[in-house]
């Protein structure tokens, strides 16, 4: 016998039950970007690899660990989407819409990273991302942490603590770098390998070392809040007397640099400890020079993304496993001529009431066979259409989940008895 298959290692099935838990997250999430004007864009899941070695960085642990990357049949390196910023953008520049433009978008979606599974960090994982493309000043991320918070609010959701650094503009960070190269390689004897690679790449990439080992050496770096230009720091200044005018609390954290290479001046993190190490549920910040380094205008941006995941655990630590949604009714329908006009039924029911969840059987079977698969379904009532009942004009609701009596009522006032007794509203 061949061995059974089975998903990926890190590529996990969302089943019935679970997906019901996640619409009811991101119908919560669009409502909130929908307010404050955020369109919803989607993009491939494959883009070509250069995208994502201009973007990302080259010297990062995505792009020279965790891409899964492939020869296509014209001999073409294409990528599964590591990370969608880079793709927001890519879609921007090819179609034109950044140029002296002001673009609110945000996308939802698998990412693809070859690293080890573990609770909160799969090879396929899925992301919210927010984007804005052309607003300079400090305004838009306050904005967007403003947003972020407000979705926590929504969902019901405490215990996040927000954590912000700036990074500068890249020439400040360039002298930033070579301060901290100079503090690092005076103590190279006490990095590790991956620390001593990009020791003369990218140091800064090495105060996001997780490596217990090496936090006494990072905690005594040069720190790059104290050598920011002089306009970067008054756009850190008003991002955080706005942040206080807003009454959202946060914390500087000046070994917070993002494991991404495109990013300057803010970066922000809300974090929580009640997921073991994987502690980022929302991670951005802003990327001025990202647009032109892929071939665009010269355009401001800034963007973050929620890990949904970590984001669903977090729920369920709060709320326990919330139920699925239930059918309202399951259609029990038997006879060769009844058939036709039970679906036709359903259809003008479903046409007649949009929220309804309807489930008609299918398969045959006899009563006592629908019966029981309609208190399987979780359905609150059977709806019982048979030849009498067709003969009669009518149709019987049995409630399958109290003891009240069953009523019989006519067809031509089934739609308006659904209507009142399950609370349905009616919709143009």
């Known amino acids: 016998m061949a061995p059974s298959l089975q998903a990926v290692r890190g590529m996990n099935d969302l089943l019935p039950a679970e997906v ?17 004007g955020y369109q919803e864009i989607r993009l491939p899941i494959v883009e070509p690899t250069a995208l994502f070695e201009r973007s990302i960085g080259e010297v990062t642990d995505i792009v020279e660990k ?17 990370e969608g910023t ?17 673009q609110r978008w945000w996308y939802r979606g698998p990412m693809f990273r070859h690293e080890r599974p573990q609770q909160g960090r799969y090879r396929q994982f899925h992301q919210l991302g927010v984007e804005s493309f052309g607003c300079a000043g400090p305004d838009i991320d306050l904005e967007q942490i403003a947003l972020s918070a407000r979705l926590w609010r929504r969902l019901g959701l405490s215990g996040l603590r927000l954590e912000l650094n700036s990074l500068g503009t890249p020439d400040s960070r360039a002298r930033y770098r070579d301060l901290l190269q100079a503090y690092f390689s005076a103590h190279e004897g006490a990095l590790d390998e991956d620390s001593r690679r990009r020791l003369h790449r990218n140091p800064l990439r090495i105060l996001d070392s997780k490596n ?5 050496l990072i905690a005594e770096a040069p720190q790059l809040i104290a050598h920011l230009d002089e306009e970067s720091a008054a756009h850190f200044a008003a991002l955080r007397a706005g942040l206080d005018a807003l009454g959202i609390d946060y914390v500087c954290n000046p070994r917070l640099v993002r494991g991404l290479d495109y990013y300057s001046r803010t970066v922000f993190e809300w974090t929580t400890d009640r997921l073991g190490a994987q502690n980022a549920v929302c991670s951005g910040g802003r990327y001025d020079g990202l647009v032109e380094q892929l071939g665009g205008p010269a355009t401001p941006a800034f963007g973050f993304a929620i890990g949904l995941e970590r984001l669903l655990a977090l729920l369920a630590l709060d709320a326990g496993d919330a139920a699925p949604e239930t059918p309202h009714v399951y259609l029990v329908w038997q006879g ?9 039924l359903a259809e003008r029911w479903r046409e007649a009431l949009p929220d309804l969840r309807l489930v008609s059987n299918a398969g045959g079977g006899s009563f006592k066979a629908q019966f029981k698969r309609a208190d399987r379904s979780g359905a609150a009532y059977a709806a019982v259409l048979g030849e009498s009942e067709l003969a009669a004009g009518q149709v019987q609701f049995k409630p399958l989940r ?27």
Do not use: K
């Not at 996640?22 to 929908?34: D, I, N, P, S, Y």
């Not at 060769?336 to 036709?344: F, G, I, K, T």
């Open 20 to 36: 019901a838990r996640w619409q009811r997250v991101e119908r919560c999430l669009a409502q909130v970007l929908a307010a404050y």
């Open 66 to 82: 965790e891409m899964y990357t492939f020869l296509d049949r014209s001999g073409d390196s294409l990528t599964l989407r590591p």
């Open 86 to 102: 880079a793709g927001v953008v890519r879609a921007g520049i090819q179609h034109g819409l950044l140029y002296n433009q002001q």
């Open 212 to 216: 217990p080992d090496l936090q006494s």
């Open 336 to 344: 060769e001529a009844v058939m036709p006009r039970a679906l036709q």
């Open 402 to 428: 109290s003891e009240a009596a069953q009523q019989q009522v006519a067809l031509t006032q089934a739609i308006e008895w659904l209507r009142t007794t399950l609370t349905l509203a009616e919709r143009g």
